[in-house]
């Protein structure tokens, strides 16, 4: 069955960077679009970015773009996200997430999430 497994949070100051990673496995059926959420506690969830099939579109929430940087490497099964310009607002838990269609991204509409990485912003 799908899994993805997401690595690569942390704590960071404003300003700061942080990658996270996104091991994908188990996906047997195509086309796979890959999307990254985040939630803070008491918040609801958020569309961070999402990437097609083979990585040449991409899709940004607002709140991020041209700080985030989403990519996908399918040679490793692997999708990244690039965090640049970390502020506060940042801070949450955020998850990946594998779908057939961009609705993954629009909607969180997956069939299969992550566990979820740990990303801290402090002042």
């Known amino acids: 069955r799908a899994q993805l497994v997401e690595s690569g949070g942390g704590s960071v100051q404003a300003g700061g960077s942080l990658r996270l990673s996104c091991a994908v496995s188990g996906i047997t059926y195509s086309p796979n679009f890959i999307a990254w959420f985040r939630q803070a506690p008491g918040a609801e969830r958020e569309g961070v970015a999402g990437i097609s099939p083979g990585g040449g579109m991409t899709k940004y929430a607002d709140s991020v773009n041209g700080r985030f940087t989403i990519s996908r490497d399918n040679t490793k099964n692997m999708v990244y996200l690039q965090m640049n310009s970390l502020n506060p607002d940042d801070s949450a838990m955020y998850y990946c997430?594998?779908?057939?269609?961009?609705?993954?991204?629009?909607?969180?509409?997956?069939?299969?999430w992550g566990q979820g990485t740990q990303v801290t912003v402090s002042p």
């Open positions: 997430a594998a779908g057939s269609s961009w609705r993954t991204w629009s909607t969180g509409e997956a069939n299969a």
